[in-house]
């Protein structure tokens, strides 16, 4: 048996891009804590399309002289290494869905928060098991991969005692100055 806290109170809460998912779960007191993290499988592969792309320029039709057509250096990329990136982001946002409704199965939360890239979170959307769709309070079209815990905890659950906060200056002397009329 393991102590992992029972689902009917569990919060999980997944934060991505198109390259990396972390997983974190929602004690009842305190901060985020990361149970999980997937990193896609072909960062490199990114690359070298991204550096491949040069090499597709398509010739251009640009004015010659009198007004006649004439063939120049193209700056129309082929569409193939955005494609291939934007399959890669969909295999992902796959991989991300497939293991949330694992997840689920094993009844690892009950509630779902997801904060993804704009781009990456709709493809998210779309993969989504209804039975993990039914779980999602809310979502955030915003990248916040880069965030600490402590940080992750203080923008998405502000009212959490364990996540310090920064006071405004005048909140601040005011909390200083023992005013009670200051609500949270």
């Given amino acids: 048996m393991n102590n992992r806290s029972s689902s009917k109170d569990t919060t999980w809460v997944v934060v991505a891009d198109e390259k990396t998912a972390r ?86 939360f009950a509630q779902l928060r997801i904060v993804a890239a704009p781009r990456f979170l709709g493809l998210i959307r779309a993969q989504l098991d209804a039975a993990v769709a039914d779980t999602q309070v809310d979502d955030l079209a915003k990248d916040l991969t880069h965030l600490n815990t402590t940080e992750l905890t203080r923008r998405l659950f502000p009212e959490r005692e364990g996540a310090p906060r920064k006071l405004e200056p005048r909140a601040a002397q005011e909390v200083r100055s023992g005013n009670d009329d200051i609500r949270h």
């Fill in 23 to 108: 997983f974190l779960e929602l004690p009842g007191q305190g901060l985020l804590h990361e149970v999980e993290t997937l990193r896609d499988d072909a960062p490199n592969r990114e690359a070298a399309l991204r550096d491949d792309a040069h090499g597709r320029r398509a010739p251009s039709i640009a004015g010659g002289a009198g007004g006649a057509p004439a063939l120049g250096t193209g700056t129309v990329t082929a569409s193939a290494g955005e494609s291939e990136l934007h399959l890669e982001a969909e295999r992902f946002a796959r991989r991300v869905a497939a293991t949330l409704t694992e997840r689920r199965q094993q009844k690892r």
